[in-house]
Nanobody
Framework: VQLQASGGGLVQAGGFLRLSCAASGRTFSRYHMGWFRQAPGKEREIVASITWSGDKAYYADSVKGRFTISRDNAKNTVYLQMKSLKPEDTTIYYC????????????????????WGQGTLVTVSS
């Protein structure tokens, strides 16, 4: 699976962005998907994840109520809608895919993800 993230950019605090992650191949619906972010000098942290079917999602406490993850299996795409953005949300965002297998819960451990996109930069100005 190849992943291509897009949608990053510069936005003012309180603003909105929608990230997209397009996947190649015809097996997208077999993968749980996640969005991560990594600030310089810090570990990559999970932002949100969603099951292959889209029925369950996980959010980091720092983004709950502000970010929404969703997916369209017909378009092989996962989205991250971000509202009420804060300067501390500034960093590079990565999408990732984890082969679901028998798992029915969104994957939160970054070590379980098999494929990663190249990242898209989000900058929130104060």
């Amino acid at each position: 699976v190849q992943l291509q993230a897009s949608g990053g950019g510069l936005v003012q605090a309180g603003g909105f962005l929608r990230l997209s992650c397009a996947a190649s191949g015809r097996t997208f619906s077999r993968y749980h998907m996640g969005w991560f972010r990594q600030a310089p000098g810090k570990e990559r942290e999970i932002v949100a994840s969603i099951t292959w079917s889209g029925d369950k999602a996980y959010y980091a406490d720092s983004v709950k109520g502000r970010f929404t993850i969703s997916r369209d299996n017909a378009k092989n795409t996962v989205y991250l809608q971000m509202k009420s953005l804060k300067p501390e949300d500034t960093t590079i965002y990565y999408c990732a895919a984890d082969l679901a297998g028998a798992s029915t819960r969104p994957t939160t451990d970054r070590k379980q993800y098999d494929y990663w996109g190249q990242g898209t930069l989000v900058t929130v100005s104060s």
